[in-house]
T-cell receptor, first 113, second 113 residues
């Protein structure tokens, strides 16, 4: 158990819909990262937040957005969902003392039908 | 991001050492070498990282070539629980807040009882 929690564990929805994935980092960690893992693209970095501010953006689609709240939990919003958005979405956090180590949550499996 | 090359798969026997190679011939002076692993149905897990010197921790050892163009992750005594996909990742350490990880395809390690 990494200490990072993600909800829900599974999500099944239809094309065109909007969903919100939630992540709670380890206690005391200020950084939150989002990654997408699909069969064809592998594990891809989406976005990094540090203490509520966006720090880096990766291959994140315009239909996707994220934010980190004052209590440090983060949400990833996916809208106008397409079949190709079906994937595992991982959240990770890292401690202030060691940014080199990211602790990953168990992931949210999104299925778009 | 600088590229890494790993074998697609490797096999080992339980309780024997495992040497997982990684080539990164285009590594730059500020690139950190990270290793993560992903067990079946779980999120990635940090294993070890280094810059120039060899590193040891409770999970593994990292041996870095003198010219830094290759590295080897060493599991001293493989167990069945070490069966996973192992990712060798270069992270650009030159920027102040660039902590994103770029995952490749990794090496699938099979451990035989």
């Amino acid at each position: 158990d990494s200490g990072v929690t993600q909800t829900p564990k599974h999500l099944i929805t239809a094309t065109g819909q909007r969903v919100t994935l939630r992540c709670s980092p380890r206690s005391g960690d200020l950084s939150v990262y989002w990654y997408q893992q699909s069969l064809d693209q592998g594990l891809q970095f989406l976005i990094h937040y540090y203490n509520g501010e966006e720090r880096a953006k990766g291959n994140i689609l315009e239909r996707f957005s994220a934010q980190q709240f004052p209590d440090l939990h983060s949400e990833l919003n996916l809208s106008s969902l397409e079949l190709g958005d079906s994937a595992l979405y991982f959240c990770a956090s890292s401690p202030r003392t060691s940014y080199n180590e990211q602790f990953f949550g168990p992931g949210t499996r999104l299925t778009v039908l | 991001d600088a590229k890494t090359t790993q074998p697609n798969s490797m096999e080992s026997n339980e309780e024997e050492p495992v040497h997982l190679p990684c080539n990164h011939s285009t590594i730059s002076g500020t690139d950190y070498i990270h290793w993560y692993r992903q067990l079946p149905s779980q999120g990635p897990e940090y294993v070890i990282h280094g810059l120039t010197s060899n590193v040891n921790n409770r999970m593994a050892s990292l041996a870095i070539a003198e010219d830094r163009k290759s590295s080897t992750l060493i599991l001293h005594r493989a167990t069945l629980r070490d069966a996973a996909v192992y990712y060798c990742i270069l992270r650009d350490g030159s920027g102040g807040s660039n902590y994103k990880l770029t995952f490749g395809k990794g090496t699938l390690l099979t451990v035989n009882p």
